[in-house]
């Protein structure tokens, strides 16, 4: 019901936006239905790099959101998905779920592995769901010419960047690639759209 640093809703009773509620059908378990939040913020930031068939993504961070992200990527056509963590698991939950390649950050840097899979170019696309500054950093440095970023997370402040510096001012330092961001707190009435289209996607066990 909320993100740090809001609190929850720890009530017997509360009122919610209307357009932000969805109905579990019987047949699906609490389990299943928890994964339409992350998954509808990975499909909206798929929507708003507009991954397109055929292309290359490149997804930092191999937590629930990124995971999903895979599935999502995937949908719209993605043909080379790779993901990057530090955390083994995650890494051969991301293979099991379809990347075809993966990236243990702290054995390999994404920098020098990725122009090898992509013929010196860099990757379309980056979905970047670790929240960590450093990661975003090196991700952004993994993008081709003209490509596009989304950050699965809250935008930070002005006082943060991929370079250090205030992010307006960084990002206009950058102008072959583009920069979106699909944070819970930047979604608006188009979020009620994904999550509608995430729960189209997601099975019933």
């Known amino acids: 019901m909320a993100t740090p640093p809001v609190n929850g809703d720890l009530s017997e009773l509360i009122v919610y936006p209307q357009d932000f509620l969805f109905p579990i059908p019987d047949n699906m378990s609490y389990e299943i239905a928890t994964l339409n939040e992350p998954f509808s913020v990975s499909i909206h930031t798929a929507q ?5 068939p055929g292309s290359s ?8 959101v990124g995971l999903l992200a895979i599935l999502a990527a995937r949908t719209f056509g993605a043909k080379q998905i790779i993901v990057s963590d530090t955390q ?40 970047e769901a670790s929240g960590n500054p450093k990661a975003e950093r090196t991700a952004l440095r993994t993008l081709k010419r003209g490509g596009k970023l989304g950050a699965d997370h809250r935008c930070r402040s002005a006082g943060y ?20 961001c699909a944070g819970l707190g930047d979604l608006g009435k188009e979020y009620g759209v ?4 995430a729960d189209g996607f997601l099975s019933v066990k």
Do not use: H, W
């Open 48 to 52: 708003l790099l507009e991954i397109k």
């Open 57 to 64: 993504v490149f997804i930092s961070g191999g937590g629930p």
């Open 88 to 127: 083994a698991l995650r890494l051969s939950t991301a293979k099991k779920m379809g990347a075809d390649r993966v990236i243990n950050a702290l054995e390999e840097d994404p920098r020098d592995v990725i122009p090898t899979l992509t013929n010196g170019e860099g990757v379309d696309f980056v979905i």
């Open 161 to 180: 960047s991929v370079y250090d510096g205030p992010r307006d001012a960084s990002l206009r330092c950058i102008p072959l690639c583009q920069y979106v």
């Open 194 to 197: 994904s999550r509608k289209s």
